[in-house]
């Protein structure tokens, strides 16, 4: 897990165990026995919410695609996620961590909705999904060549990125 | 016992009802307040007996649903239990001040939330038949 605060109220260490905690209590205390698969999908999902008040700026999760199919369908218990599976996972993660965060801070803020956009290699399937603050759904997807090539699961590619924003008050 | 799920998040409603199905629950679901007050209107006659509420949701929020609940007197012996991120003692103290009875912050483990349904008395496998 890679972690960036530079202009946060929170340290990078206090973002790292709200991150480990976030996956600890989503995924390690469901059924290890769901087999994720994980889709044939290159490119990212991103995740990001709002904080606006004394601090305003926004948290963002950054994940590949392959690392977003293997968390939702660990978090569903699923054997296969759909595309929605993993926008609606990804951005609950995002809605969690911006919630932990926003609970250190000194003043009365506000939480965002979670908005969450999935993007993949120019050779194979794009599908871009948004949620705006006032909740409406947008979803935009291009078909993918004949045949993807398979990404074996790794590491490196269920790491994920969380990243904190400030913004002009 | 019927639960109502109240989250605009398909993935948190899949992990609860899960849970609470386990401690033999029947599961309604709503992803907005307004959503769930429809709910609780089609089941005045029976409602749930607990509603777990998220407070960020489009439409309409957690906390004014359980203002809308408390202000209709049909629905008093209905259970509000947020289950949010909020986690600020400002949020929870609001909160409990518009009537809900218990708060569950995110992210929880399974035992956490029995253990609030124990502490509510709502934990239908510790029920007496």
Redo the contacts between chains.
């Keep these: 897990m890679s972690i960036s605060a530079p202009e946060s109220p929170v340290t990078a260490h206090d973002l790292q165990v709200f991150g480990e ?2 996956l ?3 995924l390690l ?1 469901q059924d290890q026995a769901a087999a994720p698969q994980p889709g044939d999908g290159a490119g990212r999902v991103h995740a990001s919410i709002a904080v606006s008040g004394g601090w305003s700026g926004r948290v963002t999760l950054d994940v590949s695609r392959t690392g977003a199919d293997v968390l ?1 369908a660990r ?3 699923a054997d296969e996620v759909s595309e ?2 993993v926008v ?2 990804v ?2 993660l995002v ?2 961590l ?3 965060v ?2 250190l801070l000194l003043e ?1 803020s506000a ?3 979670p908005q969450v956009s999935t993007t993949v290699d120019e050779n194979h399937t794009h599908t871009a999904e948004f949620v705006t603050p ?2 409406a759904h947008y979803r935009s997807t291009a078909p993918p060549p004949p045949r993807s090539p398979r990404i074996d699961l790794s590491e490196t590619e269920t790491a994920i990125s969380i990243t904190i924003t400030r913004h002009a008050a | 016992m019927q639960a109502l799920v109240i989250d605009d998040s398909r993935t948190m409603r899949i992990l609860l009802r899960r849970q609470l199905e386990q401690l033999g629950y029947d599961v309604l679901e709503a992803a907005d307040g307004q959503q769930a007050l429809d709910v609780l209107e089609a089941h005045r006659d029976a409602p749930p007996v607990l509603a777990t509420v998220d407070w960020n949701m489009p439409v309409m929020n957690g906390l004014d649903f359980v203002k809308s609940v408390r202000a209709d007197g049909g629905f008093r012996d209905l259970t509000l239990m947020m289950v949010t991120t909020e986690a600020e003692h400002g949020q929870i103290v609001r909160a409990l001040a518009a009537g809900a009875h218990e708060y569950l912050i995110k992210p929880f483990t399974g035992e956490a939330l029995v253990d609030k349904l124990d502490y509510l008395g709502l934990n239908p496998e510790r029920s007496v038949a």
């Design positions: 905690e976030v600890t209590a989503f205390d939702a978090m569903l218990q929605a599976d609606d996972a951005g609950e809605n969690v911006g919630g932990n926003k609970g009365e939480l965002g909705l006032t909740g």
